[in-house]
């Protein structure tokens, strides 16, 4: 028995004896039979979930019903009543990274996630933890998690609760209890960067699970485990694998044929499915969209060329066999890092007249997808958002018209929507009242380059060829850059048409395929996930601590309650006792937003403190979190005693293994690990030791002997001196 079963299991006899001594007047309550059985703990069945709208008291999925549309019928708060909202109640995670799940709500209970795979049960009337299931992962894993310990939510299913850890092994636990009753490690070779941050997804009688690390080394792939046992029932790889091995299934070998045959294998091919798995009971299909390439620069990756299945696809698999029933590429031969892992929407529509069952879907590419979710034929595809990569779809074939600009083969290319995407794993949602989508977008450009002339592979860590510069003409992680290549990067004509970064709300018709409104702000970051009801509301929050309620028809600014807890999450709705709630993770995450907030954010300004918060019609104020004390001074450092060279090579090094965790040294304080800057002299003495020896990793903090030697970590200590004496000296002048 683990030590989470140990501590569960002590609680729950705890509490059984508790209550078995409780003799008081209110043990029994009146006209209540005492042979009265309560519903089973997450007895989530098929028929409740088919009929998830009439019963909207519940939230059974992490998009409300099996579609995922995050829409719920809920209506008593609506336009009229959602000014009288309060606080009903609040949960610490006593966890400061991004949470960006959705929770689960069924019979009164609350199942959600957070950082590391962690899973909550909690009174869904009270916020009380009725348990706590920590995964323990090895700190190791993260390395290898391109964007923050994150998960985006769990499964419930007749009785249990399934998980993802980030390191890769998923859980069955007991819904009652949170007893383990099964894990599988689902990581194939751990060799290589994968990690897990996606939500599993129940499918009949399998429980089907992706993973993460395009932009390591992964082979992206898809498996499915009997629900009850654990076993695995199929797996379904995305990327062939090299020419001189045999293909797994048959579907490689048509994959095959869209790839050189001396592509770059041995970086693992990427495609990794880590978010946006939905599954069809009535078609019993899965659908699965695929991540970016490894290599990016397809010129690298594919000499020849070629779409490269199954990249940055979606993928309808039968559930039972693991078979692919067809498959549809949003984006042939990727290389802008354009993943199609944004969560999907099922639904129906009346398109040209008759009435289809649609899969929508709006992913990074900037296009809007509109398809035939029985057969993959595609009926629409539209701009939702800037887009120079490719000037339209042809609905003909189904192939965008790809812009030669868009290629930076020969030299730096300018390319919107950025790597981020102009939507990625915040949810959208879809209001079957008013028939749009509400879409959190984000617009921005960014400028691509690879430097490298043949890529060197480097197991198990970022190998993507490729680098990106922001509008700032930041550059991170590459390597000496020739003369003739900055010059090119210092054009100005090569930033001219980029649209200028902003993010925003944006209600969309997947029919006439056009926006009917949309609210925006001034940075591409703050796009919280999404809640629509039957209260013509959409609910959202943002980065600056607030959640915002609009009306979901022409997109006002109906009420706004002050967190401050930075929220990314989808809120969702749900009713106890006639009473409504609607309820938010709230800590800002994914990529730089939990390391390096900006100034203008609730985690700034308060810290990244999770929460979990309720909110219900006459609830009480938010209270907020103290305000975080001005920054101490830089001490002073010790003084730098490595040549120019060494400090160069350093900055290198910490571009490639560092920053993502610690960009704090770009200027950006407030993050949720260390300031390197602000060493101690202590710190500065065991620094060798911290990151050969692994002193730190209880903290988290992952040991590199295996990456980096002695003449490595001098480097980076040494650029990291030099970067602390500009910034001491800088506010000492």
């Not at 949470?99 to 709500?105: G, K, V, W």
């Not at 499915?273 to 970016?292: H, K, R």
């Amino acid at each position: 028995m683990t030590f989470n079963q140990l501590r569960i299991a002590f609680a729950a006899v705890t509490l059984a004896a508790l209550v078995a001594c409780d003799d008081s007047p209110s043990s029994v309550q009146p006209g209540v039979a005492l042979d009265a059985t309560p519903p089973a703990s997450g007895d989530i069945t098929r028929e409740r979930l088919l009929n998830a709208s009439r019963a909207p008291e519940n939230w059974l999925t992490t998009g409300f019903d099996s579609g995922k549309s995050h829409f719920s019928p809920l209506a008593r708060i609506n336009r009229t009543t959602v000014s009288q909202l309060g606080l009903a109640w609040s949960y610490e995670t006593h966890t400061n990274r991004g949470l960006e799940a959705t929770p689960i709500i069924v019979d009164g209970v609350l199942f959600t996630s957070g950082v590391n795979g962690r899973v909550y049960a909690l009174d869904a009337v009270t916020g009380a933890e009725r348990w706590l299931f920590d995964p323990q992962i090895d700190p190791q894993v993260n390395r290898v998690a391109c964007c923050d310990a994150v998960n985006r939510g769990v499964a419930v299913w007749e009785g249990r609760v399934y998980v993802a850890a980030l390191d890769g092994r998923l859980f069955a636990l007991d819904a009652a209890s949170g007893i383990e009753l099964w894990q599988v490690d689902t990581i194939i070779d751990k060799t290589r960067g994968y990690s897990s941050t996606g939500a599993p997804e129940m499918a009949g009688d399998v429980v089907v699970i992706g993973n993460a690390g395009a932009e390591y080394d992964a082979r992206g792939y898809v498996s499915a485990y009997d629900r009850l046992t654990g076993e695995l029932n199929w797996r379904f790889y995305i990327v062939p694998g090299p020419a001189d091995q045999p293909y797994e299934h048959i579907e490689l070998e048509r994959a095959a044929t869209t790839w050189d045959p001396n592509s770059r294998f041995d970086v693992g091919g990427g495609g990794t499915a880590w978010d946006g798995i939905v599954y069809d009971p009535e078609l019993n299909l899965v659908y699965v969209g695929t991540g970016n390439a490894a290599l990016y620069n397809r010129n690298e990756r594919s000499p020849a060329g070629g779409d490269n299945l199954y990249l940055s696809s979606i993928l309808a698999i039968n559930a039972t066999t693991g078979r692919l029933a067809w498959h549809y590429q949003e984006t042939p031969g990727d290389q802008w890092d354009y993943t199609a892992t944004a969560p999907m929407i099922l639904t129906q529509l009346t398109v040209g007249g008759t009435q289809r069952k649609v899969l929508l879907h709006a992913p990074k590419n900037g296009f809007f997808y509109v398809l035939d979710r029985a057969t993959g034929e595609l009926l629409s595809a539209e701009k939702f958002a800037p887009a120079n990569w490719a000037s339209h779809v042809d609905l003909a074939t189904g192939r965008p018209a790809i812009s030669t600009a868009a290629d930076y083969a020969d030299g730096p290319a300018l390319i919107y929507p950025w790597t981020g995407g102009a939507h990625s794993w915040n949810p959208m949602a879809f209001s079957p009242m008013t028939g749009l989508v509400y879409i959190p977008i984000a617009e921005a450009a960014i400028v691509l380059f690879d430097p490298t002339d043949g890529h060197e592979y480097h197991p198990g860590q970022r190998n993507t060829s490729t680098y990106g510069m922001s509008y700032s003409g930041a550059i991170f992680g590459a390597p000496e850059l020739s003369e003739s290549l900055k010059a090119k990067l210092a054009a100005p004509e090569l930033w001219e048409g980029a649209p200028a970064p902003r993010g925003g709300l944006r209600a969309w018709d997947p029919v006439a395929q056009q926006a009917r409104w949309e609210v925006t702000w001034a940075q591409p970051y703050d796009h919280g996930g999404v809640l629509a009801t039957g209260g013509d509301l959409v609910v959202q929050g943002g980065l600056d601590g607030r959640l915002n309620f609009y009306d979901a028809e022409n997109g006002a600014l109906l009420y706004s309650i002050e967190t401050g807890s930075s929220i990314i999450a989808a809120p969702a709705t749900y009713e106890v006792g006639g009473e409504q709630y609607i309820v938010v993770m709230a800590a800002a995450g994914g990529g730089p937003l939990a390391f390096a907030p900006p100034p203008d954010s609730a985690a700034y300004k308060y810290g990244n403190q999770g929460r979990i918060l309720a909110f219900k019609l006459g609830g009480e104020p938010v209270s907020l979190p103290p305000a975080l004390p001005p920054e101490a001074p830089i001490p002073l450092p010790p003084p730098v005693s490595a040549s120019t060279e060494t400090i160069t090579r350093g900055a290198r090094l910490f571009g490639d293994h560092c920053i993502r965790c610690h960009p704090n040294t770009v200027d950006r304080p407030r993050t949720a690990s260390a300031d390197l800057r602000r060493m101690s002299a202590a710190t500065h003495a065991a620094f060798e030791q911290i990151l050969l020896g692994g002193t730190l990793q209880p903290l988290g903090m992952p040991r590199w002997d295996d990456v980096l030697d002695d003449e490595d970590v001098t480097a980076i200590h040494q650029y990291l001196i030099t970067t602390a004496r500009a910034a001491y000296d800088a506010e000492n002048d």
